[in-house]
């Protein structure tokens, strides 16, 4: 086959893109698949392939009754996140990835992963999947086209993105476009690999058949290689959903926020306000996720979510913790490492009503109520069209996104970080997201409970060196006449028999009416050393709630003992940036350890 490939690709190619067709022809040799099919993104296709997963046991039919168009993937054991370890900045110099990402030299990585990917496809189909992250024709829009050996993959692109013609109609002759090749290898952990080489616009993943490491629009594209170009090309790609808030009067205030895997971050961007103190109010989603953000014509920041699907964490879903995200699962679902019930639905850990009898776990073993393991994987999670969001934002496939007045930084922390806080300034606020930290969870491969530096929750997903990426930050300030105002928050504080002080969720719009009010200059606050608080008297709409004065003292408190500490661990994490920890950042921690003193 690899003799006539380059014609095979050109005949049944539906494009004449000749740089497209080239590097498919180059991959094709060096992988040699026994054929190759360019997906356009139809119903048809969608069809086709699905039955072929079905058929080939990759895709389990769901209960069709119960989740129409619902399907069920378990992946290998030995793969089931994103593996940090195994994900390299391929950049020619070392030090332009910084001391926070692995590193590979180029010309070693494609040698390597080369190796691997030499005959990697013999035996099989290679997919060609064209793909926009953004609505088709916005100017924030960056294609990718991504070669992979997977029928799942394919299917979950076709979700997560705008997929097939559209996207090669979009990109024409142009040669700019992401580069992606993937196999699933023989899912051997010791022979994954995902490499990124931002020069070249390139991602190469090998090994894994997983979620975030095989979905190369998302955290490869979307984050690692967005990052570079959002610097070259003067923007920010964050880890940042996108969501609108409408007052009863209808003004609706667009504001992006960052938290790191597992935060509750999906909750957050389908929030349903509390029914009684907040008629009227509406909560829309954007984005889940990502925020490509661009200053706009009129001097204000933009915001697109360059996805078109959720790619969500299952356990702990439910109709208390988020019923739109129940409502978007409910059909048209990808679910991956579920585990299933005797009738064809799904269960997880932290679903709705009785935990059954009887389940098969997400490993396809027999499982019996009581069992100490998990039916379903901590990591398990659904792949859904955003369409199916009831409180999708009529803007969310807008071409020129929304224009963003408030970011907030969050994090999961027990102690230390109070509920709310608003920066003094941009400056002030940079600082804020550079020093955020949260407890692990298991949605990156480690230890759970840790607090781990986690700067704009981008530490994953920054594909260069980090001080330069804070020091990007600060330099967009420059570039936007109308700065959105900087929030940090912070959900999670427990009191000492280790309980959650404040009730999350629904209620945390209590919040977000706050930091809308200060968006619009119409609630006055308290200063603190930490930045700008609620006041007690006029500060956070607390009726209805159940809740005493001690936890709301406590959730808001600041303790200076804790922060001694906090200021320690944060110097430890800027040491490690060198001479590339922004000065004016360094002057902010001067700035806090001064107040804390005084
Ligand atoms: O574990 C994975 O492969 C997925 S990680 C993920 C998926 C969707 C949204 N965010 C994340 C994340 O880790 O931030
Ligand atoms: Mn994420």
Redesign the pocket.
């Known amino acids: 086959m690899a003799s006539t490939q380059a014609a095979a690709v050109g005949e049944k190619a539906p494009t004449k893109n000749p740089t497209l067709l080239a590097w498919v022809a180059k991959m094709a040799q060096m992988t040699q698949p026994d054929s190759i099919v360019w997906c356009d993104g139809s119903e048809e296709e969608k069809k086709r392939l699905t039955d072929q997963a079905v058929k080939e046991g990759i895709l389990i039919p769901l209960n069709q009754q119960k989740r129409p168009g619902c399907y069920l993937h378990r992946s290998n054991p030995n793969d089931v996140?994103?593996v940090e370890h195994l994900t390299f900045i391929c950049t020619p110099n070392k030090t332009d990835a910084g001391p926070t990402n692995n590193w590979m030299d180029p010309d070693e990585a494609y040698t390597k992963l080369g190796q691997h990917f030499d005959g990697a496809m013999k035996g099989r189909t290679m997919y060609v999947v064209p793909y926009a992250m953004g609505p088709i024709g916005s100017p924030f829009t960056k294609i990718g086209v991504e070669l992979t050996d997977s029928v799942y993959v394919v299917l979950n692109m076709r979700i997560m993105a705008r997929m097939g013609k559209q996207a090669l109609d979009m990109l024409g002759d142009s040669d700019d476009f992401n580069r992606g090749l993937h196999s699933t290898g023989d899912v051997n952990p010791d022979r994954r690999y995902i490499c990124h080489f931002p020069q070249d616009n390139t991602i190469w993943s090998f090994g894994s058949g997983?979620?975030?490491?095989v979905l190369l629009g998302?955290?490869c594209l979307a984050l690692r290689i967005g990052s570079y170009l959002g610097r070259e090309e003067g923007w920010l790609a964050e880890?940042m959903l996108i969501l609108g808030v409408t007052s009863p009067k209808g003004e609706t205030t667009y504001v992006a926020a960052a938290f790191?895997?597992a935060c509750g971050k999906t909750n957050f961007a389908m929030l349903i306000p509390p029914a009684e103190e907040y008629k009227g109010w509406k909560i829309e989603t954007v984005g889940d996720?990502i925020a490509w953000m661009r200053p706009g014509p009129d001097g204000r920041l933009y915001a697109i979510n360059p996805e078109a699907g959720y790619?969500?964490v299952v356990p702990g879903t439910n109709y208390k913790t988020n019923p739109n995200a129940m409502e978007t699962i409910a059909k048209d679902t990808l679910f991956t490492n579920v585990a299933m019930t005797a009738d064809g639905d799904v269960w997880w850990e932290g679903k709705d009503g009785e935990v059954p009898d009887e389940l098969t776990d997400w490993q396809g073993r027999p499982w019996k109520k009581g069992s100490t393991e998990k039916a379903a994987h901590p990591?398990s999670?659904f792949t859904a069209p955003m369409s199916n969001n009831p409180v999708l934002s009529s803007k969310a496939n807008d071409p020129m996104g929304v224009p963003i007045s408030a970011l907030i930084f969050g994090g999961r922390r027990s102690n230390t970080v109070p509920l709310v806080i608003q920066a003094f300034n941009w400056t002030h606020g940079v600082f804020l997201g550079a020093t955020m930290g949260s407890e692990t969870t298991a949605?990156?491969t480690g230890k759970v409970g840790v607090v781990r530096r986690d700067p704009m929750a981008m530490l994953?997903f920054c594909g260069y060196h980090m001080g330069d990426y804070l020091q990007h930050w600060l330099d967009m300030q420059k570039a936007i006449p109308q700065l959105p105002k900087i929030f940090q928050v912070n959900w999670f504080r427990q009191d000492k028999n280790g309980k959650f002080v404040w009730p999350g969720f629904g209620d945390n719009m209590r919040v977000l009416e706050w930091i809308v009010n200060r968006v619009h200059g119409r609630v006055p606050t308290k200063e603190t050393l930490l930045g700008w608080v609620p006041r007690s008297d006029e500060g956070l709409n607390l009726k209805g709630l159940d809740i005493s004065a001690e936890a709301v003292a406590e959730a808001t408190s600041i303790k200076e003992d804790e922060w001694k500490a906090e200021l320690k661990s944060q110097e430890v994490f800027f040491e490690q940036l060198g001479t590339k920890a922004p000065e004016a950042l360094m002057l902010q921690r001067k700035l806090l350890i001064s107040r804390l003193e005084t």
């Open positions: 996140a994103r997983y979620g975030g490491n998302k955290k880890h790191p895997s996720d790619f969500g990591n999670r949605a990156a994953p």
